[in-house]
């Protein structure tokens, strides 16, 4: 059984930084690690994903060039680095893992419980 607990939210001002954490218990190491978010009254979106060898990322066209996602297989931790934060970032994140590498969020087997990011203006 995998486990996902998600944390590094909090309240940030507009062009500030973030760092996400999905710490995984289970056996995670061929699993695919995404991010998504929903604001509210919003639908969960794709935000970031990779494959469990590092080799192929995937990423929204809001966050290209600001977020970044990473894993550290030794920690069973994947992260999701937010530079230039906006005031439209503002959702819940959640972490994911899936058995591939995917952009759709039903195909995600394991999911964290989010934590709150707020960017201010």
């Known amino acids: 059984q995998v486990q996902l607990v998600d944390s590094g939210g909090g309240l940030v001002q507009a062009g500030g930084s973030l760092r996400l954490s999905c710490a995984a218990s289970?056996?995670?190491?061929?699993?695919?690690m995404g991010w998504f978010r929903q604001a509210p009254g919003k639908e969960r979106e794709f935000v970031a994903a990779r494959s469990w060898s590092g080799g192929s990322t995937y990423y929204a066209d809001s966050v290209k060039g600001r977020f970044t996602i990473s894993r550290d297989n030794a920690k069973n931790t994947a992260y999701l680095q937010m530079n230039s934060l906006k005031p439209e970032d503002t959702a819940v994140y959640y972490c994911a893992a899936s058995r591939k590498l995917t952009t759709t969020g039903e195909e995600y087997n394991y999911w964290g419980q989010g934590t709150q990011v707020t960017v201010s203006s």
């Open positions: 289970g056996r995670t190491l061929l699993y695919a």
